[in-house]
């Protein structure tokens, strides 16, 4: 397997360095690779010399195991970009994955929540928490989350250093390590302003009596980050969710990215402007909500206009 990780390793590297791909997607495309290399060995096969049917064969498997269209799209898409790397790196002189159609993705709107079911959050979260620092922290999260629409790893990782001086607006680094801004709105600037003078005098007395140093991040955390974590943050809204009445399953934070950006359009805000906000590097991506927003308004005309109503 030295050769296989070798291929991985080379190639994680060369995305890092002229993708500037993030490190969650760094770790994907590493998951996705080790599978298919692991594959192959048991098959008696390499990276060098695995052919057009073989990785074809590997996507029958890949399905035979119940794994979803857009699992398979994803695995296939990892392929690609590995073979592409070793052709243009001298590593083979051919690409075997070229001309190999995936199963594409299944195409559906992004699920989100009414306005009212956020609010219901917002509140739940006042009472959230096993002491007032979680409490104090947890109201700063879901704020944040719901005023800037920022991805998950983005909220947890972001410096403290973004939050001083009371701002208007957040400076966020996303994917690729590609910065942007985006305003607060006032709840969301009031509950940082109470979360940050908490925290630092927390600090202060950690310092004081335990010569703790002052953590980087805003919402500091034990681990080996430095921060709260992913899966921190999603246990932590799935039971806000719960105190909410609402059905966690149905609450995710890109479902609360999703909500962002929807009640924005809603309320006649610029697609070019949300584009910006949530940090997506096309238009297109940003006019799925136009489209969610036509599929909420045919709902209301059904439920609530007089003539679309069944005859009694």
């Known amino acids: 397997m030295a050769g296989a990780d070798l291929w991985i390793s080379a190639f994680l590297d060369a995305q890092a360095a002229e993708q500037g791909s993030?490190?969650?997607?760094?770790?994907?495309?590493?998951?996705?690779?080790?599978?298919?290399?692991?594959?192959?060995?048991?098959?008696?096969?390499?990276?060098e010399t695995v052919e057009r049917d073989q990785i074809e064969a590997y996507l029958i498997a890949c399905e035979a195991e119940g794994l979803s269209r857009a699992t398979r799209a994803r695995r296939l898409s990892s392929i690609r970009q590995l073979f592409r790397f070793a052709y243009e790196d001298g590593r083979r002189t051919d690409n075997p994955a070229i001309q190999i159609k995936g199963p594409g993705r299944a195409k559906s709107l992004p699920k989100i929540l009414s306005v009212a079911e956020v609010e219901a959050l917002l509140t739940a979260t006042r009472t959230s928490g096993r002491n007032p620092s979680e409490n104090l922290r947890n109201?700063?999260?879901?704020?944040?989350?719901?005023?800037?629409?920022?991805?998950?790893?983005?909220?947890?990782g972001l410096p403290v250093s973004a939050a001083r001086g009371d701002p208007r607006m957040l400076l966020v680094r996303g994917k690729g390590d590609k910065e942007?801004?985006?305003?607060?709105?006032?709840?969301?600037?009031?509950a940082l302003v109470v979360w940050l003078a908490f925290r630092d005098k927390a600090e202060d007395v950690a310092r004081r009596e335990c010569g703790t140093p002052p953590g980087k991040h805003l919402f500091p955390a034990r681990g080996r980050a430095g921060h709260m974590t992913r899966q921190a943050f999603h246990g932590l809204l799935k039971d806000i969710a719960a105190a909410a009445g609402i059905n966690p399953a149905r609450v995710t934070p890109?479902?609360?990215?999703?909500?962002?950006?929807?009640h924005l359009l809603a309320g006649g805000a610029d697609l070019r402007a949300i584009q910006t906000m949530l940090g997506h590097a096309d238009?297109?991506?940003t006019e799925i909500y136009t489209h969610v927003?036509?599929?909420?308004?045919?709902?209301?005309?059904?439920?609530?206009?007089?003539?679309a109503r069944d005859a009694d």
Not at 150 to 155: A, D, Q, T
Not at 254 to 262: E, K, N, Y
Request: proline share 4%.
């Open 22 to 47: 993030a490190r969650n997607t760094l770790l994907g495309y590493g998951r996705d690779l080790q599978d298919f290399a692991d594959w192959l060995t048991r098959r008696g096969q390499t990276f």
């Open 139 to 156: 109201i700063c999260l879901m704020e944040l989350l719901y005023a800037t629409g920022m991805r998950v790893s983005e909220l947890v």
């Open 180 to 190: 942007r801004m985006v305003p607060l709105s006032t709840p969301a600037r009031e």
């Open 254 to 262: 890109h479902v609360l990215r999703h909500a962002f950006a929807t």
């Open 283 to 285: 238009i297109a991506t």
């Open 293 to 307: 927003l036509d599929e909420r308004l045919k709902e209301l005309v059904l439920e609530h206009h007089p003539l």
